[in-house]
């Protein structure tokens, strides 16, 4: 079965129920422009206590946005799904759903997503599973609303999971390079112990016979 077939198959079940239209149609709009992901980094960041979490989201969101929007979308440039459904167009002008002009390949809003749950992952452990799950639940309704192929998400779940991971190590080798060139302005700012100073053991005094 091709994956035009799946999201046939979804269109002809699912989308007479306007009711859970409208519920996925919110959902997806969590992910829209990456926009609710650079407001929790920069929330985050604002706040001293939570400024290296901000930081490692923020990290991980350059890396997704270069390697999503400037490299892959534009070497794969891969038709939308309507192109090969045109009932699809009818479906999105009566619920008023938006059809992006990019390549279908990857999802955009499910990279992102999962690039800042995975970021909020590390930073808090089992408390950002909420984060896990609603990343999920924008990926499957990217499905669900036929804009993207099941590929699509797939390739936008794995690449922003190691956007999230990348951007984690790669904040956390920038703040120790930060410790040690700038150690009184990384304490202030971060919050981050400066490097102590190897302390010198006195030699011991010359036993003279």
């Known amino acids: ?9 979804i269109h002809a079940t699912f ?15 969590i992910g829209e422009f990456g926009l609710s992901v650079m407001v929790c980094a920069l929330i ?20 997704d946005l270069l390697i999503v929007n400037l490299i892959l979308k534009l070497a794969v440039n891969r038709a939308r799904p309507w192109t090969e459904a045109e009932e ?11 059809q992006p002009t990019d390549s279908s390949f990857p999802s955009g809003h499910t990279a992102i997503c ?7 992952l590390f930073s808090y452990k089992l408390k ?19 804009l993207h192929y099941p590929t699509d ?5 794995i690449i922003g999971t190691a956007c999230g991971i990348a951007g984690h190590y790669a904040a956390k080798g920038i703040l120790a390079l930060m410790r040690k060139k700038f150690p009184t302005f990384t304490q202030k700012f ?14 011991e005094p010359e036993n003279h016979e």
């Open 15 to 29: 989308h007479g129920e306007s009711w859970l239209n409208y519920i996925m149609e919110g959902i997806t709009y």
């Open 44 to 63: 985050l960041f604002i706040i001293k206590k939570t400024r290296i979490a901000g930081f490692d989201m923020a990290v991980g969101i350059v890396f």
């Open 153 to 157: 998400v797939l390739g936008g779940v």
């Open 128 to 146: 950002a599973l909420p984060a896990i799950v609603i990343a999920a639940l924008v990926a499957l309704s990217r499905i669900y609303l036929c």
């Open 88 to 98: 699809l167009i009818g479906f999105y002008k009566e619920f008023g759903i938006r």
């Open 1 to 9: 079965m091709k994956e035009i077939d799946v999201l046939k198959w």
């Open 114 to 120: 999962f690039c800042g749950a995975v970021s909020l």
């Open 190 to 203: 971060f919050g981050i112990e400066t490097v102590p100073k190897p302390q010198e053991t006195p030699s």
